[in-house]
């Protein structure tokens, strides 16, 4: 058995029922699990970046949902998830996040040193 929570395999199963593969390994890398995103689902991501064929919209859309997760654990791999597409993925990916510039201001994922929103 996996680590995985009820509501990880479930978001799963949602996203793979609408036939969004990119959506479901979303998902999968940014589960409730403590421990970093897993290197099969991010070599998807980043290969689907390479796709002509792939919404990278709805991708950055689905990674900032799970950025706003009230999980720290869920935020945390959304973050290194979106990081390590940046780095390794298509420009594709980085031109999308640059011309959505307001992407990432929620407040909710932002934390001053002293544990209080910033």
Not at 61 to 85: C, G, I, M, P, Y
Request: charged fraction near 15%; hydrophobic fraction near 40%; glycine fraction near 6%.
């Amino acid at each position: 058995m996996s680590g995985q929570t009820l509501t990880d395999r479930i978001a799963a199963a949602q996203y793979s029922v609408t036939g969004s593969a990119v959506a479901r390994a979303v998902c999968k890398a940014t589960t409730h699990e403590v421990m970093g995103p897993k290197k099969k689902h991010l070599d998807y991501l980043i290969q689907a970046t390479n796709e002509t064929n792939v919404n990278i919209p709805q991708m950055a859309d689905t990674l900032f949902e799970r950025a706003t997760n009230s999980s720290w654990v869920v935020v945390f791999k959304a973050l290194v998830t979106t990081h390590h597409l940046m780095v390794h993925g298509n420009e594709r990916f980085i031109q999308y996040l640059a011309s959505r510039n307001t992407l990432f201001n929620s407040p909710a994922i932002f934390w001053t040193r002293s544990g209080s929103p910033g």
